[in-house]
């Protein structure tokens, strides 16, 4: 069983669409996150939940809108896609004790 | 907003040579952690630091918790050629709170040639 599991793992799209990745974990882990890498490889945080709550928000544009439904879901939601949205977005998990995060395998995501 | 400065940007080294790689902030960080993200994968734990000053090895890798709290650095010891990849540095500042944002530096690539 993969601890840290995103879907899809590649997705192509057009400008203007909407699209969703989700992101699941199996830790029992109290707090998920997205992460934005881009093609410098640079990771930025853009969403922190704490047991479903929202807690880290880092200017992110509106378009983009995370859901957690559980503890163990966090999902992220993008509206009206833009060129400069591509990138690879990764979810990743913390335990309480420790701030040794868990990343899942990434979502690819490439807007034409 | 808090920056990482990490250095150097990539290295190519033989097989079999030592490897270091530092990273400074600004700030006071609380915690330094060294990941290693290999392509098409996420970052993955390889060591995490607490404490002003301590040294924590891990295999043929060691790291270290500046004593100025603004620094760490990562060493890789008789580099084999699996140690291709991306290692970042990553920080928790000392106003951060519990819930564990993180700050990335911005990566070493490393090549290692047999």
């Known amino acids: 069983d993969t601890a840290v599991s995103q879907t899809p793992k590649y997705l192509v799209t057009q400008m203007g669409n909407d699209k969703s990745i989700k992101c699941e974990q199996n830790?029992?882990?109290?707090?998920m996150y997205w992460y934005k890498q881009d093609s410098k490889k640079f990771l930025k945080i853009m969403f922190s939940?704490?047991?479903?709550?929202?807690?880290i928000n880092e200017t992110v544009p509106n378009r983009f809108s995370p859901k957690s439904p559980d503890k163990a879901h966090l999902n992220l939601h993008i509206n009206s896609l833009e060129l400069g949205d591509s990138a690879v977005y990764f979810c990743?998990?913390?335990?309480?004790?420790?701030?040794?995060?868990?990343f899942g395998s990434g979502t690819r995501l490439t807007v034409v | 907003g808090q920056q990482l400065n990490q250095s150097p940007q990539s290295m190519f080294i033989q097989e079999g040579e030592d490897v270091s790689m530092n990273c400074t902030s600004s700030?006071?960080?609380?915690?330094w952690l060294w990941y290693k993200q290999e392509p098409g994968e996420g970052p993955v734990l390889l060591i995490a630091?607490?404490?002003?000053?301590e040294l924590t090895s891990n295999g043929r890798l060691t790291a270290q918790f500046g004593i100025t709290r603004k620094d760490s650095f990562l060493n890789i010891s008789a580099s084999i050629p699996s140690d291709v990849g991306i290692y970042f540095c990553?920080?928790?500042?000392?106003?951060?709170?519990?819930?564990?944002?993180?700050?990335f530096g911005q990566g070493t690539i490393l090549t290692v040639h047999p």
């Open positions: 830790l029992g882990h109290d707090t």
């Open positions: 630091l607490y404490k002003a000053g």
């Open positions: 990553a920080g928790r500042n000392a106003g951060g709170t519990s819930y564990g944002k993180l700050t």
């Open positions: 990743a998990t913390k335990p309480t004790d420790h701030y040794g995060y868990t």
């Open positions: 939940y704490n047991n479903k709550e929202l807690i």
């Open positions: 700030s006071i960080f609380n915690t």
